[in-house]
């Protein structure tokens, strides 16, 4: 973790263990700068990076102030291969139906840009949250990127296996989503009925070298999942 | 437009008109910086406005690359109150139900940082693609802000309106959303049976100064909806 990032890190705790409302105004740089003796393009960048999290915001000529969304019980959309910042208050927990080392669909190959010849895992989980279904998911990971996967590994966390596991360095993501009803495999394995509604998420993974490595696809039993999204103004 | 975003839009355009895909290489910065006879500085900052927008990707020591969702027909999830750049192959209307000056309901009052002395514009529509029903929604914006609105505001877009009329600078959102089934009212809205699934977003739409507008509720028609969203690094 680089300095800024640290710095960011202990901000954002700052603000997590006073417990500060959106809007409280943060100390100014230069007391920033001070109480955690860095430089002020050190100091930018924490906060910069922290805007773009959502945590503040900033007014020109005015402040630094705190931004918080206000819900209890919401999961992040745009993080939702990391459940365990945004659900500490939960417990969540994976059923592996199956791990198979295979070839791709052709939609799991285009998503991926592979040939139907090349090598995926194939992996397929029933996610649980607080002893309630969350989701059903299916996941196709590029064998050339994600080299290795086992059924202990995926039934944890697959993605800090990746990036503390592998290394590797996760970038940016194209979700794409719609609500429809469950069919009878889906109903079967969220515990509902076929024809309830239902989230479904599908989501190509990148390496910040833009090499998509998984492509996911997600249905959420619509009775345990609310989520949040904070969006900053460039993308209005 | 400051330079820098002229410049953005340009490449952006540019990008369009060659209909470049993923993973195109763009020109290296010099060359970008000779073209449109930009500073350094200048070039570095469109750039980095096209990455926050998910128009392209960096990758250091390598350079800058194109990315764009690959999928026709996905509105997005982000703009919901621009559908126009989305949405430019389609043709979105909306009727007016209802507008009012009045009171705030206390979920709004809550959400907009208001008592339930304070004033807000309601507006009730419902927004159709193509002939077909795209959601019904309802809004209150805080009447301080957005000091007026008439019917024939309404019927277009509101957002365009609130920028380019009151001269209102839009910041971030919270956005919050879950899937459930449609009641009675909804289900006649929107040409449904009541039961089927909807998808229902609320959104807390900010100035850059922090303050709160705009208070909305939108229940989609599952059969018109499909949405994106363009995930950074820093997300996830």
Known sequence: MLKYQQIAFEIEKYIEDNSLQQGEKLPVLETLMNQFEVSKSTITKSL????????????RGSGIFVRRHKRKGYMSLLSNQGFKSDLEDFHVTSKVIELELRKPTQEAADNLNLTLNDDVYYVKRVRYINGQTLCFEESYYNKSIVTYLNEEIVSESIFHYIREGLGLKVGFSDIFLHVDKLNKEEAE???????AP????????????????????????????QFFIQATNHLL
């Open 48 to 59: 910069e990076l922290l805007e773009k999290k959502g945590v503040v915001f900033q007014v």
């Open 198 to 225: 239902k989230l479904y998420v599908e989501t190509i993974f990148h390496l910040t070298n833009g090499q998509p490595f998984d492509f996911s696809k997600v249905t959420y039993n619509y009775q345990q999942s």
């Open 189 to 195: 394995y969220l515990g509902l009925e076929a024809g």
